[in-house]
């Protein structure tokens, strides 16, 4: 089982400030996601990356920027936040079992934008 | 490409009745199936995975799953629930190897009723 931290758990900000969610994990796993998760739908993948110095778009089409300096740390950053970045953001990584990888989530953090 | 289909957004049950949650998948490549737990404000926790060998999975708090390849199924079980049981579960396949993604369902609320 992972151990994977994301600060803050909760914000609320105004338009056009500039955020960023943290996440870490101890495991040491390779990989690392950011999932978009609005009320009552499914999770979409806006972020993943396979290691250090290596990050991708996910499937949905996110205005925010993710870096991946070192193995635990995986931080998404939106420069100018705005109304409808409002929702949730869950953090995870994997370690490869078998023949695929299983995922490990953090707590998510809710952001609010006003 | 790979896609879950939840088949109902939400599940009443009262308290010590049985509970199946439906899920079917698509997948053009070998399948890994997933469940996992979202207790309100938190983050998804691993329920049970599928990878291979037996097509009956046992997780954890009592809950089981049957793989059926024929079907493409992966129908969620307990037998006797708790209304500690109550919250939304996410059915998830990914393709392995390369494919290792993971592609969420939409949910299923479940409340457990006194």
């Known amino acids: 089982e992972a151990d994977i931290y994301q600060t803050p758990r909760y914000l609320v900000i105004g338009t056009g400030k500039k955020i960023t969610l943290e996440c870490s994990q101890t495991m040491g796993h390779d990989k690392m996601y950011w999932y978009q998760q609005d009320p009552g739908m499914e999770l979409h993948l806006i972020h993943y990356?396979?290691?250090?110095?290596?990050?991708e778009k996910g499937d949905l089409s996110s205005e925010s920027t993710v870096s991946r300096i070192r193995t635990e740390h995986f931080p998404l950053t939106l420069e100018s936040a705005r109304p409808s970045h409002t929702s949730q953001y869950l953090c995870?990584?994997?370690?490869?079992?078998?023949?695929?990888?299983?995922?490990?989530f953090g707590p998510g953090t809710r952001l609010t934008v006003l | 490409a790979q896609s879950v289909t939840q088949l109902d957004s939400q599940v009443p049950v009262f308290e010590e009745a049985p509970v199946e949650l439906r899920c079917n998948y698509s997948?053009?490549?070998?399948?890994?199936l997933f469940w996992y737990v979202q207790y309100p404000n938190q983050g998804l926790q691993l329920l049970l995975k599928y990878l291979s060998g037996s097509t009956l999975v046992k997780g954890i708090n009592g809950f089981e799953a049957e793989f059926n390849k024929s079907q493409t199924s992966f129908h969620l079980r307990k037998p006797s629930v708790h209304i500690s049981d109550t919250a939304e579960y996410f059915c998830?396949?990914?393709?392995?190897?390369?494919?290792?993604?993971?592609?969420f369902g939409k949910g299923t609320l479940l409340t457990v009723n006194p």
């Open positions: 998830a396949v990914s393709g392995g190897g390369s494919n290792y993604k993971l592609t």
């Open positions: 995870a990584s994997s370690e490869t079992s078998g023949r695929t990888d299983t995922q490990y």
């Open positions: 997948s053009s490549v070998s399948v890994y």
């Open positions: 990356s396979y290691g250090v110095n290596s990050t």
